[in-house]
Structures are given as structure tokens and as C-alpha cells.
């Protein structure tokens, strides 16, 4: 008689996060397929710097420029603030999906507006310090500087080690949690000097 | 991802962020006070004391960082090429810019070796700040 149930054979653990994590989709840590874009667009760079007209370097420095600033801005006091009080399945879910594109995108507009910047203010002659609002072209190098370290000594790398833990089988909530903090705050103070930069920006612009 | 609170495996580590952001900020200071005196000439003196401190604050992070037991290096050296090609690149187009707009002589010379400093110390940061949770 078989009526009574046989204990089932001890389950082979599943490969894979334990039951009830959240799923984590596959992701590109740097997507390769964004990396035509970065490539057309640094090419078209240096272009611009040789031909070293107005039109072009004026185009790469204010458009690039203004997508730095508003990326930083609305990372730092619109999506940063909502990030951290997600779920952490949709965290998750929005990071993976995020963080990747940050990693091709930021470098390329702060590398574009950097050097276009530089040529358009030779071209100009605003970087000579003879030009009359030289102290607010050495603010601008004084805030572009503050952001570059903040941005390349905390705001990377802790973009780039997040992707790195999310790859892992069994990635550390711990980890992801301290690296996405210091990613929002670092976006933040990213922000808010991206407020001086509008001010002195605008003002030079003015005269 | 696992829910319940896991611990940050903690080593202890030499403040290489810190000493990098350091490092970083010399070498900007550097470029600063040569940007702003452009086109004069001016002392190279204050540009090459803040380059060369920053190149040993490079060095001593390296060699702090080389002194620490069970390092991820495999993990460090996979993320660290890829970031040094990548700011290379940056690194690369900076210098360009300067070189079409003639600048020669010392301050090339100085800008050069700050971008080189750049180029090695932000990928280390990237580099570190993955294998340190490695």
C-alpha cells in the first residue's frame, strides 16, 4: 500500500540566487554596441579641433556641455533621490539598466566639452588672461576642476564596482548599498557646483 | 541578490581614494595655474612641485596598495587595463588639444606628465574600488 508519501529525495540546490531573491537581468558592464557612438563621436572631436572653426568647436562645447550639466543635475536632485527609495528588486533593475550607459556616456561628454572648450576658448581668446572676465574663466577652471576629482575619484569607480557586484552570483546587498550611496551623493555635490557652472557659463556668455 | 543584510567584507586597506583624490587635485591645481597665466610665460616652479608631489603620491599608493595581503590583483588588473586604455584615450585627446594650440617647451612638458599621472591614477581608483569587494 502506498498511501503514505515517500520523504522526497534531499533537492540538489539550484544553481542560481537562492528563492525569493530578486532576479537580476543580464547586463553589459560597458555595452560593446556603445561604443560606435563614443568612437563617431570623439572622431568628429578632433575633427572639429583641426578644422578649428567657430560653428563646430561652439557645437561640440555648448551641446555636449549642456548634456553634462543636465545629466548631473538631474541625476543629482531627480533620479538619485528616487533611486535610493526604490525597491531593491526595482534598484536593481533600474542600476543594471542605468549604470552601463553612465559608463560610456559621462566620459565622452565631460572629454568633449573639455577639449572643445579648451580650442573654443583659444579661438575666442576667453582662456588668455588679458580677456576681460578672466576671473570668471579661471571659476570656471576651479569648478570643472573640483567636479573632475569628485567625479573620477569617487562617482566612477563606484559605477563601474556596482556593475562588477551585480555580476556576481551572489552579489552583497551590503556592497551595492555603500556604492550606490556614494554614487547619489557624489551626484548630488556633482549638482549643485553644475549650478556654478550655469552661473559663470551664462555670465561669460553675456559679457 | 541575496535580501537578507550581509556584511561589507572588511580589510583593512590603505586610504588610496583619499590619496588619489589627493594626487588628483595637485595636478589640477597645476593645470589651474598654468591655464590662468596663458598666454605669459610664468614660473614652472609651483606647476612641477605640484606634479612631482602628486607622482609620489602616486607611487606610495601603489607601493601601500602592493603591501596588502590577499589582494583580488586578478580582478584589479582585468578592470585596471581596460580603464587605462580607456583614459588613455581621454587622456590623449586632452593632450591634442593643447598641442594644436602650440604650446611647447616647459609647459608641455609639465601638462604631458600631468595627463600621464591622470591616465595611471583614475583607473587604479576604478581598479581598486572593484577588487577591494572582489
Known sequence: MATTAEPPPAAVP????????PTIPDFEIVPRLGL???????????????????????????????????????????????????????RIEMTTRLMPKMVLIMPTVVT??????WQLGHFLGTVDSGYYNHGWIVASYIVVGCMAI??????EPANIAVLFELKKPQ??????ERL?????????ILGALQIATLVIMTKIASG | MATEAAAIPERPMPPVTQVGMASLALIVAGGIYLAAHLPQSVPLTPAIVLLVLSALLLAGNLIAL???RGFAWD?????????????????????????????SGGPLIVVTLSLVVYALHVPMLIAFTVARYA
Open chain 2, 75 to 103: 580582478r584589479f588588473f582585468q578592470v585596471g587595463r581596460w580603464a587605462l586604455l580607456a583614459y588613455t584615450i581621454t587622456a590623449g585627446l586632452i593632450e591634442y588639444a593643447f598641442l594644436r594650440n602650440g604650446l
Open chain 2, 66 to 68: 602592493s603591501r596588502v
Open chain 1, 36 to 90: 560606435i557612438p563614443v568612437a563617431i563621436v570623439f572622431a568628429a572631436l578632433v575633427v572639429a579641433i583641426a578644422v578649428n572653426e567657430l560653428w563646430p568647436l561652439t557645437f561640440f562645447h555648448v551641446a555636449f556641455g549642456a548634456a553634462w550639466t543636465i545629466i548631473d543635475l538631474f541625476l543629482g536632485f531627480v533620479l538619485g533621490p528616487i533611486l535610493g527609495k526604490l525597491s531593491v528588486p526595482a
Open chain 1, 171 to 176: 552579489p552583497n546587498p551590503a556592497v551595492i
Open chain 1, 180 to 188: 550606490m550611496k556614494r554614487f547619489i551623493y557624489t551626484a548630488g
Open chain 1, 150 to 155: 569628485i567625479a573620477l575619484g569617487l562617482l
Open chain 1, 14 to 21: 539550484p544553481a542560481g540566487p537562492p528563492a525569493g531573491a
Open chain 1, 112 to 117: 568633449a566639452t573639455l577639449a572643445a572648450g
